[in-house]
């Protein structure tokens, strides 16, 4: 499989956000500042990408010889929530702002049904620990590049005239929604 459309297809076309809808809370509560999204997309990339080589290795190396697959669900969420808790702990040691500047979204990313998401497509799919790593990868900078635009877009929107009925979550629902089709427009590339 050629790497390059794999990651595009990853990334852009098969958006964990705005295609298969998954991690909207902390894509739209996180997105209010260019920085903190960025941050956020950082911590899911590091996140999404180890828990889809740890859960594939868990899940080939240990559920499948004891035939215990059923477990995977579970055995995920703990892995993740591991996962979270050494974020947690490395972003409040070496960058406290952005710790701060996260708040309760930091936490959440343990419940993300993006991250989780990913470690079950990656086992759906039977895709080798190399693969499922990389999906873990592409699949979080998509989630990177979408937070990271809504929130310059909702810069953007905050310097602008907005009608009072579409002020807040109104205003940022349409825009997720017209990014989601912009997203979608994508799909005929590959």
């Known amino acids: 499989m050629n790497v390059i459309l794999f990651a595009i297809s ?16 902390p894509f739209l509560g996180v997105s209010k500042k260019v920085g903190t999204a960025a941050g956020m997309g950082a911590a899911v990339i ?34 993740i929530a591991a996962l979270v808790q050494f974020v947690e702990m490395l972003l409040k040691k070496m960058m406290p702002s952005l710790y701060q500047a996260l708040g309760v979204y930091l936490p959440l990313i343990t419940t993300n049904c993006a991250v989780l998401g990913i470690a079950l497509t990656n086992v759906q799919k039977e895709y ?3 693969m499922s790593t990389l999906n873990g ?23 602008n005239d907005v009608p009072e009925s579409f002020k807040g979550a109104p205003v940022v629902l349409l825009t997720a929604g017209l990014m989601a089709m912009a997203f979608m427009g994508l799909a005929g590339l590959i």
Request: glycine share 4%.
């Open 10 to 25: 990853a990334a852009l076309l098969s958006n964990v956000v705005l295609s298969q809808f998954l991690g909207i809370c």
């Open 46 to 79: 590091f996140v999404m990408t180890i828990a889809s080589a740890v859960t594939s290795l868990i899940y080939y190396y240990v559920l499948v010889p004891f035939e215990l697959e059923y477990l995977n669900t579970i055995v995920f969420i703990l892995v």
């Open 128 to 130: 080798s620990i190399l």
């Open 137 to 159: 990868l592409f699949s979080a900078v998509g989630f990177a590049i979408a937070i990271i635009i809504l929130a310059g877009i909702r810069e953007k929107i905050d310097n």
